[in-house]
């Protein structure tokens, strides 16, 4: 992203030099480094879960204490910085090379926020399985925040889990791609809000549809709901309000472009909502099942906002339509339906034949 961001600069040369003077000039914008450190965190974030894999099951059982295997997961997960590090290194380097300098600080500021981060990351996501289960059993039920959220909420969030950031950071590149028209070409204000409403509409499409493909995939539609005492349009809206709400944010950024905009991309939120909801009933059981209807539905939604903004009433007034067609979906479920797990028949010792 950052390659081709620079690439449609007029003078990528230039840019790449502003660049480097906002990361290690004399002005000092710490407000630059604290974007990167929040940056760095959700890389983090992301890498967490597959460095833990390494250190669950018979590993945990060879003869090395607490403190070592943190320190092992800290290292592990601080090298999965390496690379934006090294680059920071080199923006930095070529900031000293000019003729202004850089200040001292810069170099030794990038390393340090990537230990920092994945420092603070390790707690929070690297927890022994072990520990969790203790944890678990001696827990009488959920508390705090978790408790004042509805069960459905509560499942959908143990669910997703961190793949929740994973969305947003995907759905950050049609926005940054906004930002970018929006910055550097003068355009009539109307023109320049068309993109910006374009933007943010696809970036609340990609964030709706991964997470509609994770929820899809690790806690689909259970047929045999449809004999608890809670009809199918109350299961629809619920899905539907937990993904409306998990892609809300990426609206709150896409008003630091043009609130307007924001405004009318969120207007083509709900339809989209339940769209992905309905997408989790009729999907079948591929793995993006449920993503690409939802792109493709979204992908229209973003044209039609784009061109006429008028369009996001139209797609309010269709919500009741949509929900009643994804609560007949949701009817329709086959309660003896039998629905293949995707995973690879070598770790299942189900699986095994003699």
Request: net charge positive; proline share 7%; with cysteine.
């Amino acid at each position: 992203m950052a390659t081709v961001g620079i690439g449609l600069q007029a003078d990528p040369g230039a840019s790449l030099a502003g660049l480097a003077d906002a990361l290690a000039g004399a002005g000092r914008p710490r407000a630059v480094w604290i974007v990167i450190a929040i940056a760095f965190a959700g890389c983090a974030f992301w890498a967490a879960p597959r460095i833990v894999a390494g250190d669950r099951g018979w590993i945990a059982h060879l003869p090395a204490s607490r403190r070592s295997r943190f320190l092992a997961l800290w290292g592990a997960l601080a090298a999965t910085l390496l690379p934006p590090t090294i680059l920071l290194l080199a923006l930095a380097a070529l900031q000293a090379a000019s003729p202004e300098g850089a200040v001292w600080w810069s170099f030794a500021a990038a390393p340090l926020l990537a230990i920092a981060a994945s420092g603070a990351v390790v707690p929070i996501v690297a927890v022994p399985a072990r520990r969790r289960t203790r944890v678990a059993s001696r827990a009488s039920g959920p508390s705090g925040l978790a408790a004042a959220l509805p069960f459905d909420a509560r499942i959908a969030g143990r669910a997703l889990g961190s793949r929740i950031l994973s969305a947003w950071i995907s759905a950050i590149i049609p926005l940054a791609a906004a930002w970018l028209f929006v910055r550097n070409n003068e355009l009539p204000a109307a023109l320049e809000r068309r993109g910006a409403v374009l933007g943010a509409s696809l970036a609340l499409t990609i964030a709706v549809g991964l997470l509609a493909e994770e929820l899809a995939a690790r806690r689909p539609a259970w047929p045999w709901a449809r004999s608890l005492p809670v009809g199918s349009p109350r299961r629809v809206r619920a899905d539907a309000i937990i993904l409306g709400t998990l892609a809300l944010p990426l609206a709150t950024i896409a008003a630091a472009i043009d609130p307007l905009a924001a405004l009318i991309a969120a207007a083509g939120l709900p339809l989209l909502a339940v769209r992905a909801s309905a997408a989790l009933r009729h999907g079948g059981d591929g793995r993006t099942a449920a993503l690409a209807p939802v792109l493709a539905e979204g992908a229209g939604i973003a044209a039609a906002l784009t061109l006429l903004p008028a369009c996001g009433l139209l797609g309010l007034i269709s919500v009741p339509l949509a929900l009643r067609a994804a609560s007949n979906d949701d009817r329709a479920l086959r309660v003896s339906r039998w629905s293949e797990r995707h995973h690879q028949a070598a770790g299942d010792s189900l699986s095994w034949t003699d």
